[in-house]
């Protein structure tokens, strides 16, 4: 697997991860939410927020799929990408290509920035509802086929809260012997 050697795992916080970039399962208000959302902006403080609303007063949010960049404020990232994940309908209403979307979307605005270290979370998988091993699945394959082609983001690492995540991309990212 090429470029595996950028590619890491972490099980941690994602508001308390030191890297250039985390990237924030937002919800297409950008105001934000539960779960990760929710998390970023409490840790991150106001910054985030004002520039939320200025996002969504230029261009009314976020659509499913799509990314935008915003300030760390009082995280120890300097930006945070919002992605917008879809909910899970089963699997019929095109949910595996907005999914990898978000990872794609998110890698072309760290690399437009100059971003050289980029933190994910488990995108769409907390209220959206996204089953664990297919979301696993479409973050691996995407972010490998992006670094494949792109010098930046120079590392990306998937940050996952819990055991089950933690296994499924252990699996994975397993480096063969």
């Known amino acids: 697997m090429p470029h595996s050697h950028r590619i890491h795992l972490m099980q941690s916080d994602i508001t308390k991860v030191n890297t250039d970039a985390i990237v924030n399962a937002a919800n297409t208000s950008l105001l ?31 659509k499913t799929g799509e990314a935008v960049i915003t300030t760390g404020g009082n995280l120890p990232a300097s930006y945070v990408i919002h992605t ?31 971003i050289k270290t980029v933190a994910f979370p488990n995108i769409s998988t907390g209220i959206y509802g996204y ?35 933690l296994s499924l991309y252990q699996r994975l990212l397993k480096k063969p012997d």
């Open 84 to 114: 917008v994940g879809p909910v899970w309908n089963g699997g019929h209403k095109n949910e595996p290509a907005l999914l990898a979307n978000c990872y794609r979307h998110s890698l072309e605005l760290a690399e437009k920035h100059g």
């Open 32 to 62: 934000g939410g539960g779960g990760v959302d929710g998390a970023i902006h409490r840790a991150g403080g106001p910054a985030i927020l004002a520039e939320c609303r200025q996002i969504v007063a230029r261009q009314g949010g976020c």
């Open 131 to 165: 089953p664990k091993d297919q979301a696993a699945h479409i973050a691996v394959s995407t972010v490998q086929d992006f670094l494949q082609h792109h010098a930046l983001p120079e590392q990306v690492t998937f940050v996952v809260f819990d055991q089950d995540n």
